[in-house]
């Protein structure tokens, strides 16, 4: 039905910067909320920052500051602009949206395939 897909992940030294990208296609009808969440090693998955279709956003303490979530209503696309990268935001970073689709009269939840950010020196 809906298909997320993720890239801009990679290997970054301590203090860079990365901008991870996802773009959702398929039956979409709207997008009311696109999120990052993140997973790392022998941790469970954590929501990172959300934003909503109008604007609206917030994220965790840990990246207040540094991390920055925007969106393209037009390209269904969800954007995480990462700076001061640190060793403890190594993880998969996944791409979620809720999305309304045009053969389901309720909204749901859909996942990207997730993306690797690994921060070492």
């Known amino acids: 039905q809906v298909q997320l897909v993720e890239s801009g992940g990679g290997l970054v030294q301590p203090g860079g910067s990365l901008r991870l990208s996802c773009a959702a296609s398929?039956?979409?009808?709207?997008?009311?909320?696109m999120s990052w969440y993140r997973q790392a090693p022998g941790n469970q998955r954590e929501l990172v920052a959300y934003?909503?279709?109008?604007?609206?956003?917030d994220s965790v303490d840990s990246v207040k500051g540094r991390f920055t979530i925007s969106r393209n209503n037009a390209a269904n696309t969800v954007y995480l602009q990462m700076n001061s990268l640190k060793p403890e935001d190594t993880a998969v970073y996944y791409c979620?949206?809720?999305?309304?689709?045009?053969?389901?009269?309720?909204?749901?939840?859909?996942w990207g395939q997730g993306t690797e950010v690994t921060v070492s020196s």
């Open positions: 979620n949206a809720l999305v309304q689709t045009t053969i389901a009269p309720r909204s749901k939840d859909f």
């Open positions: 398929g039956t979409i009808f709207s997008i009311e909320r």
């Open positions: 934003i909503y279709s109008d604007g609206g956003s």
